[in-house]
RNA sequence: GGCGGGUUGGCGGAGAGGUUACGCACCGGAUUGCAAAUCCGUGAAGACCGGUUCGAUUCCGGUACCCGCCUCCA
């Protein structure tokens, strides 16, 4: 079992991770808001908790953890795109316009996260089966004397949870010194925040105490979480954006409700995406969605290894050197381990994801198994990185790559022995070094290359390889 | 304005209070009958100013610059 650290938001310092319960460690990643496409920064957090979930099942065991990463189809920019659909003519009822636009914005990003090599989650619940939870939460909350019903809302009184502020290192008198913002007038406190709000007739609904209405924005990770991990879990994730006010307000909205329990231990966020320097943004125009980079041809290996070579905790910049410099080191270690079955990992590969995932050092690790030769240990490693599917097939990316590095190391790179034979090679080799007469050298290496077989020329020894073509027959008689 | 984070060699990017990170690029050399997307190696850093220390890129303080967040925006 290794000693795993992680930087924890909550106490900002890097502490040694101890689970609740070793047999289940239990995570939650705040997912997608499904009105659109998932540009380039939406992978981070995935590929970062990707990282983390193959950690603890190495280290806990693959049944020992669960990881929930929600969707939200609970979101205004959806209820647009149903209205617009409606106003087009479509015959569906406006939820069904919702659905078929969460459906459809699902569909593609478990199409995106796949081609980046992240596995699916154990439970992706979405927003619209959880509203019972969060209606019954809401109400829980104002029986506590933690929120408040007015004029059709209901709020969460920051005031009654005295911690609030404490993750983002803010304080309540000073935001609102801060704030910059119009308060709605029927806020007790300008922090206090919307549980509950009432839906027009054009906009999809459920019926509540507080009469028709849907969800404030922070409620549905509280109940989801609670319903599919319980109160008190390991690991609470997502973007820095979100430390605040998203997760500020979720700490509030679950902590008050079970006061007993301790909701999320570690607090984990990563930094944001930057695009050639520069926040990704539509004004500045480099404004991509990990589908327009698939679709230009940036395989989802590099861009799962461009991500995973930066920190988490440090702003990331994509940039299209990165990404040329990262197909040409997966381009050579695929074709270093195709066909070679995963050995042990490499020295020093666990110790350095363990030590808050630097991923980076885990790198460094496989770069050294490379330069050595050890490849069954690179290919282990890459196996767990996910640089390779678990089907163990290649890409068509990566398979065209082996091949062309293949083609590249007609006289380059060791890889496997005709026994024998090339020990033969290399004796008549060495022979005639001193004599200077390549006769036999040359004889065997026709020979040889007529059979199909790559003959490579190392310092001190000779790599012989079958080609596709390789027909045993032809050189039966050299032995 | 408030809060948080960052600043490492040409580029990318880590760890560690005192020994070469590593990769890419560059340069030098080697190996080779031919051949290199082969091998070996050198150089190059820690934004700035102070402080603590025998010693700091690493700890502390300040300055500059950059980034993010600041009530429904994920």
């Known amino acids: 079992m290794t000693q795993i650290r992680l ?60 990881y929930v990463r929600n969707f939200t189809d609970v979101d205004d920019k959806i209820n647009a795109e149903a209205q617009r659909r409606k106003a087009a003519g479509s015959p569906l009822t406006l939820e069904e316009l919702v659905a078929e636009r969460s459906e459809e914005t699902i569909a593609w990003y478990h199409a995106d996260m796949d081609a980046l090599g992240a596995d699916r989650p ?12 969060m209606i019954e939460m809401t109400a829980d909350l104002i029986a506590k004397g933690h ?3 007015a004029e059709g809302h209901v709020l969460f009184d920051v005031r009654s949870f005295p911690a609030y502020g404490k993750l983002s290192g803010r304080s309540v008198d000073d935001m609102i010194a801060g704030a910059r913002v119009e308060v709605a007038p029927f806020k007790r406190d300008p922090m206090d925040f919307v549980l509950w709000k009432p839906s027009e007739a054009d906009v999809p609904g459920w019926d509540s105490p507080w009469g028709r209405g849907r969800p404030g924005w922070h409620i549905e990770c509280s109940a989801m979480s609670a319903a599919l991990l319980g109160p008190s879990f390991d690991i609470h994730g997502g973007g820095l954006d979100l430390q605040f006010p998203h997760h500020e307000n979720e700490i509030a909205q679950s902590c008050c409700a079970h006061p007993e329990a301790s909701f999320a ?22 404004f991509f969605t990990v589908r327009d980079l698939l679709d230009q041809g940036v395989p989802g290996e590099v861009i799962r290894f461009v991500m995973l070579s930066t920190h988490y905790r440090k702003p990331m910049d994509w940039t299209e050197a990165k990404a040329a410099e990262a197909s040409q080191t997966l381009s050579k270690w695929y074709w270093l381990t195709d066909g070679v079955g995963a050995g042990d ?30 490849n069954a240990e690179l290919r282990a490693g890459m196996e767990f990185l996910g640089y390779w599917p678990a089907d ?65 020329m190392l310092k001190g020894s000779v790599e012989l390889v079958p080609g596709p073509n390789f027909d045993p027959e032809k050189i039966a008689g050299l032995n």
Not at 266 to 280: A, I, P, R, T, Y
Request: glycine share 6%.
């Open 147 to 149: 929120a408040y019903a």
């Open 7 to 66: 930087t924890n938001t909550r106490t900002r310092t890097k502490d040694v991770f101890v689970p609740l319960d070793a047999s289940n460690v239990r995570l939650y990643l705040c997912g997608p808001t499904v009105y659109d496409r998932a540009h380039l920064g939406n992978a981070r957090p995935v590929l970062v908790f990707d990282l983390l979930v193959r950690l603890l099942r190495h280290d806990y065991g693959a049944e020992a953890v669960t």
């Open 392 to 456: 163990r097939k290649l890409s068509a990316w990566a398979r065209d790559e082996v091949q062309k590095q293949a083609h590249f190391a007609e006289h380059s790179y060791p890889r496997l022995e005709l026994s024998g034979l090339s020990w033969k090679l290399q004796g008549a080799r060495e022979k005639a070094a001193v004599s200077k007469d390549f006769s036999e050298v040359d004889h065997l290496k026709t020979a040889l290359l007529a059979a199909g077989v790559e003959v490579r």
């Open 122 to 133: 154990d439970h992706e619940p979405r927003a619209t089966a959880y509203i019972a939870q």
């Open 265 to 286: 231990t570690v607090w984990l966020h990563n930094e944001m995406l930057q695009v050639e320097g520069k926040k990704m943004s539509k004004s500045l125009g480099n």
């Open 345 to 374: 990992l490499p020295e020093g590969f666990i110790d350095a994801l363990a030590n808050d995932l630097n991923c980076s050092g885990a790198h460094t690790a496989l770069k050294a198994a490379a330069r050595a030769g050890r």
